[in-house]
């Protein structure tokens, strides 16, 4: 009897240590959303290259948050930056779809919401594990980065329409096994890593949709 109750206390607690790390977690990806909103505001005059140095100073904070990830202050810290620079490497491009179709932007962020809300709540729900469609997510992101290269330098009717698709479709796999992590865990120490990677989940899909609704054109 005593240990029956002893494991239905440890279920109550990892069921509690789960809801306060997704709970955390999603805070830091509001936080992170913030600061990149903040970083597109303030770096929408400043120029290509500052937003080329933002973007290598994100990249930065990527690399510093898996050495930091002991030092909860420091990871954090490193978050935020992380969103702030990308709002400012990707300031140019939003100013000029706000200024060109400002209603592409909001059809792309109400799509994003419901595309992340649904792919992550599958995610989050499934017992299956997920790991191998990670493994073939990533596999499919780098012959998606090799057919955008191929589309700078050779016109495709349509190209730019069947990347945003193709990267959808890619980008539902990352969201579902990053939300299947995010149940997974236990470790509160992880919360900003998986923070990172959801709003990099986020910022992918507003791009793509971004590309869909304002008509396959316009990628900066």
Known sequence: MTQAVGYRDMGVMARSQAH????????????????????????RHLGTGVGFISFLGAFA?????????????????????????????????????????????????????????????????????????????????LALIAFGVVLIFVSIPGGALVYSVLGLVIFAGYTMFDFQRLRRSQDIASAPLMAASIFLDILNVFLFFLTIFSGGGGRE
């Open 20 to 43: 306060s790390l997704f709970a955390q977690t999603m805070g830091y990806v509001a936080v992170t959303t913030a600061m990149f909103a903040l970083g597109a505001y303030l770096g």
């Open 61 to 141: 904070c990527l690399i510093g948050m898996r050495f930091a990830i002991r030092n909860i202050t420091l990871t954090v810290s490193l978050l935020l930056a992380f969103g702030l620079l990308t709002g400012l490497g990707l300031s140019m491009t939003l100013d000029y779809y706000s200024s060109a179709n400002p209603q592409a932007l909001w059809q792309a962020g109400g799509a994003t919401a419901l595309f992340i809300a649904g792919f992550g709540a599958g995610g989050y729900a499934t017992r299956r594990d997920l790991t191998a469609l990670a493994r073939i997510s990533f596999w499919a992101l």
